[in-house]
């Protein structure tokens, strides 16, 4: 086939089970990739087969053990390169490290741009993120990139459930207000957001609710779950406001620390009725969460990349168009 011809797919470690899927959406197989580890841990990562002029897609999450799947990946990227690859598309389910995109204290890295830096340096000709957690570190690189969002995905599973009557959709904290706000406009919904403060790192307090949310049923999204104090912290507080029935969710599931145990807990005691996250990354930390809805992202990942391989004029821009409308029930706007 012509898209195997020219084009050449790879998922390194933390991407396999997502890679195959993404890759049989495409009709495409995995390229077999050596991934070599010595003796004194260095890594060693090179393509079995010649990509000489072809066009090189490596799939890889940057999730735990960060540095260990980052290097990886560079590392992959360095051989691809060397190996006259036509183009090299890093497509990061999950970008490690995205949360340190400033100075939030003064003699604090901003290490997500040393990330862009690196995946050029290497030699990434494009780059494509799921749910970068802030939207203008796409600054950070000299090279395209698209970061495009699973979470209409992960929304349009909650609204199966959750239904739109008396439904709220709710942002976790400041930061994601936009993205609430898009969601809802989809669906015609209100919006309210909840006021987070961090006293200190991975401890999350909710200090105010605002808008509507009494007696209506919640729709959560984040872009991730680290420890799930966020969410824990934010379904309580909607508790307590007087919310029926919330639906959580997330793009990301890292499941790091108790969150397992925090979320069963909050399942248990219905300050959650629901949980949602994408599958951007293979890990099974969240075994033992009842009550947990995994949502495949990998049709939306293999209608990007098909956007790369195929030579029309089809876009992003167009194939989010196309997504949010046969989502849309009442839409007013999107952007
Ligand atoms: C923060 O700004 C992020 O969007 C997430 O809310 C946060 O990283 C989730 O982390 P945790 O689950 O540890 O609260």
């Not at 012509?2 to 049989?24: H, I, P, T, W, Y």
Request: charged share 25%.
């Amino acid at each position: 086939m012509d898209r195997q011809r020219k084009n050449v797919l790879f998922a390194l470690s933390a991407s396999k089970e997502l890679g195959a899927k993404v890759a049989k959406h495409l009709g495409m197989k995995l390229s077999p990739v050596e991934i070599k580890h010595f003796a004194d841990g260095e890594t060693m990562v090179k393509s079995v087969e010649s990509i000489r002029n072809k066009h090189v897609f490596v799939i890889q999450s940057t999730s735990k053990p960060v540095n260990e799947n980052l290097m990886e990946l560079l590392i992959a990227i360095d051989s691809f390169r060397r190996a006259s690859a036509k183009s090299i598309t890093v497509l990061l389910p999950y970008y490690g490290y995205a949360r340190q995109d400033r100075k939030t204290l003064g003699r604090e890295p901003i290490t997500c741009k040393l990330v862009a830096d690196l995946l050029q340096q290497a030699g990434a000709t494009r780059v494509t993120i799921i749910d970068l957690h802030s939207a203008q570190a796409q600054g950070f690189f000299d090279v395209p990139v698209d970061t495009c969002s699973a979470s209409y995905t992960v929304l349009d599973a909650m609204i199966k459930e959750a239904g739109t009557r008396n439904t709220v959709i709710v942002s976790p904290d400041y930061g994601s207000v936009k993205r609430a706000r898009d969601l809802s406009l989809l669906y015609n919904l209100p919006v309210a957001i909840l006021d987070k403060r961090r006293p200190e790192p991975n401890k999350a307090e909710i200090t105010n609710v605002l808008g509507f949310v009494r007696g209506k049923n919640a729709i959560i999204i984040d872009d991730m779950i680290d420890t799930g104090g966020t969410l824990v912290a934010a379904c309580k507080a909607l508790k307590q406001k007087g919310v029926k029935k919330i639906f959580a969710g997330a793009t990301h599931g890292l499941f790091s620390r108790d969150a397992v145990a925090n979320f069963n807990t909050a399942l248990k005691h219905k300050y959650i009725d629901r949980l949602y996250i994408g599958n951007t990354l293979d890990n099974v930390n969240h075994i033992g969460i009842k009550g947990l809805k995994i949502v495949d992202v990998s049709p939306l990942l293999a209608d990007i990349l098909n956007v790369y391989m195929t030579d029309t004029d089809k876009s992003i821009t167009q194939l989010y168009k196309k997504l949010t409308h046969s989502n849309s029930k009442g839409r007013k706007s999107w952007k």
